[in-house]
């Protein structure tokens, strides 16, 4: 007998969503069965996120970092204008009607710019002004946040400078507050992010130039599933532990009777899966010679 030769199967979210149903006992028939299906799958999808480091949702970023601006958004704010070449990096923005601010963050292109996190809401079609060069442009849509307010959390983060990649640490909210002086500068050695709805990153010392980066790895969220025509966003390892996790919350909906056996099989897939997503690495055991002098 021959073997298919293919290795691309990859169940899109009916097929997730009919399996879901099989395993609890029913067929799915109507739109509201396949609508309250989605929902379901988009709240394991959540959860996930707080079971634990999901490898595939890892994405790396490398921020500019900017004299005098010590907060950054975790990804990436994009403004679009109808103009900014004459804008410069490092200079506050603001509207010219909703009084709005931000500062520009890495170099203005023909129609866009990046920028900070805003205090208040830009406004499509107001003037906004650059605060040193006086320059004007007009902002062509409302800004979106969505890029930033996919992350999950940050893992690690290093600052280059001149080719070279140099540690930072991580530091809580606490340890960040007690800081007396966040104004001193100097090369970034410390990080907290601040996981707001629209998460920013903190840097300390405030960095003394503009051409050193911060590159960091962050977590963020999988895709919605948003159709039934849809894929998930992950790898097929874990296929079957979507699929358990759905009839599971299905169940308790549908199949209380259920729920014990779904419940256990969900969890048996997901740690299984998720051993099989950690990272592997050496470990060198060194054992340590205690010498005993005679008395």
């Known amino acids: 007998m021959a073997v298919s030769g293919s290795k691309d199967f990859e169940p899109n979210v009916a097929d997730y969503i009919e399996e879901a149903f099989e395993r609890c006992g029913f067929e799915l028939r109507t739109g509201y069965q396949a609508k309250t299906a989605r929902r379901s799958l988009n709240f394991l999808l959540a959860d996930w996120a707080n079971r634990g480091l999901n490898q595939w949702t890892i994405k790396q970023v490398t921020q500019n970092l900017i004299i005098g601006i010590t907060e950054y958004p975790v990804g990436t704010i994009t403004l679009s204008v109808g103009a900014s070449g004459s804008f410069t990096i490092g200079e506050t923005i603001t509207g010219g009607t909703s009084a709005a601010t931000a500062s520009i963050i890495s170099a203005p292109t ?91 990153i903190k840097v300390w010392p405030s960095p003394e130039n503009s051409t050193d980066q911060l590159i960091y790895d962050r977590i963020v969220r999988i895709d919605d599933a948003d159709a039934s025509v849809d894929t998930v966003e992950m790898p097929f390892r874990f296929y079957p532990c979507l699929a358990a996790g759905l009839a599971y919350y299905l169940a308790m909906k549908i199949a209380p009777d259920r729920i014990p056996v779904l419940k256990g099989l969900y969890e048996e897939e997901f740690e299984r899966a998720a051993l099989q997503d950690s990272s592997t690495t050496s470990v060198n055991l060194v054992p340590t010679y205690t010498f005993l002098s005679a008395v």
């Not at 940050?154 to 002086?181: E, F, G, H, K, M």
């Open 110 to 200: 023909a129609t866009s710019m990046t920028i900070t996190v805003p205090s208040g809401t830009f406004s499509a079609s107001e003037t906004i002004t650059g605060g040193t060069s006086s320059a004007t442009t007009t902002v062509s849509s409302v800004v979106s946040f969505e890029d930033v307010q996919a992350t999950v959390d940050v893992l690690t983060a290093v600052v280059r400078r001149s080719s070279q990649d140099l540690s930072t640490s991580a530091i809580d909210r606490a340890a960040y507050l007690d800081i007396p002086n966040k104004t001193s500068t100097g090369r970034v050695t410390q990080y907290f992010v601040d996981r707001q709805i629209t998460p920013v």
